[in-house]
């Protein structure tokens, strides 16, 4: 196992009714900024829960935050946060909320151009303290420290991480995720399953907790992610996707294994360019990815077919090939399409990932640093 250092300071208040004990994660005398997205949360009923939550408090609101935030937005809330002394955030929705409040919190106190926080890994040395009620179990990102962000005038899509943008605490209500539409719960399935493959399928360190974690995570994915399709009001179901949703990217399962990331890498730039789903782009590129990379991935991926998917006749070569299908159709059938054409991308796009990926410094990706352009080239024409 590799060495590790392994920080999670962030309170879940998980279960029914919990968005009306928020005011005690809250100082008193805090001036509060409620940040969402496009208005569901006041339809779904959410945005009166956190209001009546916060009744006497001091609030101001935000809203308005795209899927795959956009900077443009957020310098917006920024700069209201600065003339209105606001010194609390409310992250109210899904992973592109919480991760554009991330950076909001960065940036407020931030000396110079915010976007340097991304495309210059500027030092963060200070954040507005924030918490999170959750309507959308997919990102994780209601439990770590990381975030990305779009900056929508050069359709660039870049990631940041802190110690500082932690949330203080997050609320994980699994009925507030009730009316969420198939799309969307489609999306949170693969995305969270994707989160733990970047995670587990590289190579063995002897990390077998680690792996078992990762295996179980991806398992009940598999088997509570068709039922709260199925029943989108089952709280049984839906109560263990979100958690598992928010396990499969709070750091624990990554401690001390090697990481890939190169699926979200190559994803971040087909959004860019394509304005596709993020979950959209994992579910096209990982499988693809897998398959090019076998080689290197051959142990785990033997690992994978036998303890998450009961493959065990047949050659070597058989399981893998099995294993890596079954991803596919597991994808499919949770209503995310895993080709390219399926999204009207062409192969003329490959140049232009390429080209991104190299100007944003990530020519080389992968756990074993030799995913270059040839391979991403590969990948993606194996994905049309």
Do not use: C
Request: aromatic residues 8%.
């Amino acid at each position: 196992m590799e060495n590790f250092v392994f920080y999670n300071p962030v309170k879940i208040l998980f279960g029914k009714g919990q968005i009306a004990h928020i005011a005690a994660e809250i100082p008193t005398d805090a001036k509060v900024l409620i940040t969402y997205g496009g208005g569901s949360i006041k339809a779904n009923g959410v945005y009166d829960q956190v209001k009546s939550a916060l009744a006497g408090r001091n609030v101001f609101e935000f809203g308005g935050i795209e899927p795959n935030p956009h900077l443009e937005t957020l310098l917006q809330a920024v700069e209201l946060i600065r003339q209105e002394g606001i010194d609390f955030l409310l992250a109210v929705g899904g992973g592109s909320v919480v991760d554009g409040t991330k950076f909001i919190a960065a940036a407020v106190p931030f000396v110079g151009d915010p976007w340097d926080i991304l495309a210059k890994q500027a030092p963060v040395t200070a954040a507005v303290p924030f918490g999170v009620v959750l309507t959308l179990p997919a990102t994780g990102s209601e439990m770590n420290n990381g975030s990305v962000v779009t900056k929508w005038e050069t359709k660039e899509k870049l990631f940041f991480g802190s110690p500082l943008v932690f949330p203080r605490f997050s609320v994980l209500d699994p009925e507030t995720t009730f009316s969420l539409p198939p799309r969307q719960i489609g999306n949170g399935i693969v995305d969270a399953y994707t989160h733990v493959m970047e995670q587990y399928l590289t190579y063995p360190v002897n990390a077998p907790l680690q792996d078992r974690w990762a295996e179980s995570i991806l398992k009940t994915l598999i088997e509570e992610g068709p039922k709260t399709l199925a029943n989108p009001k089952d709280y049984d179901a839906r109560a263990n996707l979100v958690w598992a949703a928010t396990l499969a990217l709070n750091g624990l399962i990554g401690a001390g294994v090697p990481q890939d990331w190169a699926t979200h890498m190559i994803g971040h730039e087909l959004t860019a360019l394509h304005g596709l789903d993020h979950a959209q782009t994992l579910a096209i590129v990982l499988p693809s990815t897998l398959s090019i990379r076998r080689d290197r991935k051959w142990q785990k991926l033997l690992q994978y077919a036998e303890r998450v998917w009961n493959i065990v006749d047949g050659s070597e070569e058989d399981r893998v090939n099995e294993a890596i299908a079954k991803t596919r159709n597991f994808f499919e059938s949770v209503g995310v399409r895993t080709r390219l054409s399926d999204y009207g991308v062409g192969l003329e796009t490959i140049p232009l990932v390429v080209e991104n990926l190299q100007k944003h410094g990530l020519a080389i990706l992968g756990e074993n640093k030799d995913v270059d352009s040839q391979v991403v080239e590969q990948i993606l024409t194996l994905s049309a």
